[in-house]
């Protein structure tokens, strides 16, 4: 007698995998948005960068 996994596990572990591979890709490109955000509020150079008080936005507000 051998120890077989349930019909439909690996099926199930495929799909979960592809879900997760799906966050994954997600998330990196919710971060890499995130970068280039950060890169206009550090840059005091930049056409786009404005001081979140003296540009309107307070906490909570965004």
Do not use: N
Not at 9 to 34: K, P
Not at 35 to 61: L, M, W, Y
């Amino acid at each position: 007698m051998g120890l077989e996994p349930p019909v439909g596990f690996s099926d199930s572990l495929i799909t979960e995998r592809a879900r997760i591979d799906r966050q994954i890709g997600d998330l990196t490109a919710v971060r890499a948005r995130l970068d280039e955000i950060i890169a206009v509020a550090t840059d005091p150079s930049h056409p786009h960068h404005s001081h979140p008080v003296r540009g309107g936005v307070t906490a909570g507000t965004a």
